[in-house]
């Protein structure tokens, strides 16, 4: 399942923390959650308004949230929490406050049973897997498809320039690459059935086999 965004219907229903997150409205949001407003509630989705705020690209209301004692690593119904989407998305901006206000790169998330640095890998946001490795992202986590970060970026890449970064990035930080997938093809052996010849030099002079 893919990530789901609040629609525009959801958008125009919203109240309170909600409504102020997606805004971007830090003076509601702190007048709010200091007469108690509940900082997780959730929309029909398990949507938080931090999670709202992250959809949003709304950083603002992530830092107030955050700083009032909002759960960074809440997972709403598909999932996902709030790095996973920053990382989904691209937003390189957010994840690194997110991560900088101590959410956590660690967590398994969606029905994939994965992790952001997966996500990321997949998609090929080499940026955002560089910023993920660094906050400590596990690296050869495997998910319930039996694919890693590395198996990732080349069944689900396209073998061009971003896959290659994500895939360095990989690389370079030690990613296991013997791991295979259920079939027990490696790595190196996908990326050769693929035609990725890049990729596949790098793998074999990273000594995959």
């Not at 931090?50 to 949230?65: K, M, N, P, Y």
């Not at 955002?128 to 970026?153: C, K, S």
């Not at 895939?167 to 930080?173: G, T, V």
């Amino acid at each position: 399942m893919a990530q789901v965004a609040p629609t525009a219907a959801e958008v125009a229903r919203y109240a309170g923390l909600h409504r102020a997150a997606h805004r971007g409205d830090v003076k509601a949001i702190l007048a709010l959650t200091a007469a108690g407003a509940a900082l997780n509630a959730t929309d029909g989705h398990g949507r938080t308004p931090l999670h709202v705020a992250t959809f949003a690209r709304r950083r603002d209301s992530i830092q107030a949230l955050a700083q009032a004692g909002a759960d960074l690593g809440r997972l709403e119904n598909d999932r996902y929490d709030a790095v996973t989407i920053a990382a989904v998305a691209d937003d390189e901006e957010t994840l690194g406050l997110l991560l900088s206000l101590g959410a956590s790169a660690k967590q398994v998330t969606s029905r994939y049973d994965g992790t952001a640095l997966i996500a990321a890998a997949h998609l090929g946001h080499d940026g955002v897997v560089r910023q993920l490795i660094r906050a400590g992202a596990p690296l050869d986590h495997v998910n319930n498809l039996h694919w890693t970060a590395v198996i990732e970026a080349i069944v689900l890449g396209d073998g061009g320039p971003r896959h290659q970064a994500t895939l360095k990035a990989l690389i370079d930080a030690g990613a296991n690459l013997q791991l295979a997938d259920r079939e027990g093809r490696t790595p190196l052996q996908l990326a050769r059935s693929r035609g990725y010849a890049a990729m596949a030099e790098m793998l074999e002079q990273a000594g995959a086999r």
